[in-house]
């Protein structure tokens, strides 16, 4: 039996980000990309956006050059990012303080 070899990302990457709006934009602009919400130092929530490096950086440059995306997907990665907040919220996943 032959086994097919899954393709890693050659560059893994990570970006954190406090702002759930860029995070959402950038999700919707490359759908490769992922974000994770997390407990930060500062106790807030923060997302870790995770892809290969030269993408986000694209992600990152559509949002500056205010490139078009549709409304409805902005909405609803938008309303996922902040259940995830919540959720991380809600389990108290503090980060310990020294």
Do not use: C, N, W
């Given at each position: 039996?032959?086994m ?10 990570s ?6 709006l860029p995070t ?24 870790r956006?995770?892809g290969?490096?030269d ?21 609803d990665?938008?309303?996922?990012l902040?259940t ?8 108290g ?6």
């Amino acid at each position: 039996m032959k086994m097919k070899r899954i393709e890693q990302p050659t560059h893994p990457y990570s970006v954190f980000v406090e702002d759930p709006l860029p995070t959402a934009f950038v999700t919707v602009y490359d759908p490769t990309l992922s974000a994770i919400a997390e407990p930060s130092y500062s106790g807030r929530v923060t997302f870790r956006i995770i892809g290969d490096a030269d993408r986000i950086r694209a992600a990152f440059q559509a949002l500056s050059d205010d490139h078009p995306i549709g409304a409805r997907s902005l909405i609803d990665a938008i309303k996922k990012l902040r259940t995830e907040m919540f959720r991380v919220k809600a389990a108290g996943q503090g980060v310990p303080r020294g």
